[in-house]
T-cell receptor, first 115, second 110 residues
């Protein structure tokens, strides 16, 4: 199993550009999520999904869109990049969220710089 | 709303010493998880605590969940250079809110 994969590893955007960060998992996990990590602020939840066709907002959703058309994939779209979106982005997945929340498996991250 | 505070933010430890990092919540938690992130890496799951007063050990690491399920601690004995990294707690509350603490960055000097 590859686990959770993310592409690209690094990306530089100009303000106003759009792009999609890709995330895929091969563990048949129902739960997938996107976090951003900024120095001194830990990981903040952007969007999450409890299954195909279901998405919801996290703590910091503004400026980002997601969709979940399959169990495996959960892309994150930046609609119009801003310097405040410069961050490291992690995708994570977990087994069913029914009952106790299970351990999350994280991808290697995407380091995004917006100039 | 739920606020999860993690202290200290930074911990400088000499090799062989013990240290503890704490995670404190203003509300009752359903469960708590701990993750470790090495420099330049991604968070890796360490443990999950669910029951009030629960204590779990992993070699030199001891994890504890408070009786009131509002706080948790991670204690590392005889710190080694391999313990370098940032330790995060992750919690879920009774409303389903998910939150990471800000993390404790651990630096170990030989």
């Amino acid at each position: 199993n590859a686990g959770v994969t993310q592409t690209p590893k690094f990306q530089v955007l100009k303000t106003g550009q759009s792009m999609t960060l890709q995330c895929a998992q091969d563990m048949n996990h129902e739960y997938m999520s996107w976090y951003r990590q900024d120095p001194g602020m830990g990981l903040r939840l952007i969007h999450y999904s409890v299954g195909a066709g279901i998405t919801d907002q996290g703590e910091v959703p503004n400026g980002y869109n997601v969709s979940r058309s399959t169990t495996e994939d959960f892309p994150l779209r930046l609609l119009s990049a801003a310097p405040s979106q410069t961050s490291v982005y992690f995708c994570a997945s977990a087994p069913s969220t029914t009952g106790v929340f299970h351990e999350q498996y994280f991808g290697p991250g995407t380091r995004l710089t917006v100039t | 709303g739920q606020q999860v505070m993690q202290i200290p933010q930074y911990q400088h430890v000499q090799e062989g010493e013990d240290f503890t990092t704490y995670c404190n919540s203003s509300t009752t938690l359903s469960n708590i998880q701990w993750y470790k992130q090495r420099p330049g890496g991604h968070p890796v799951f360490l443990i999950q605590l669910v029951k009030s007063g629960e204590v779990k050990k992993q070699k030199r690491l001891t994890f504890q969940f408070g009786e009131a399920k509002k706080n948790s601690s991670l204690h590392i004995t005889a710190t080694q250079t391999t313990d370098v990294g940032t330790y995060f707690c992750f919690s879920t509350d009774s409303w389903g809110k998910l939150q990471f603490g800000a993390g404790t960055q651990v630096v170990v000097t030989p």
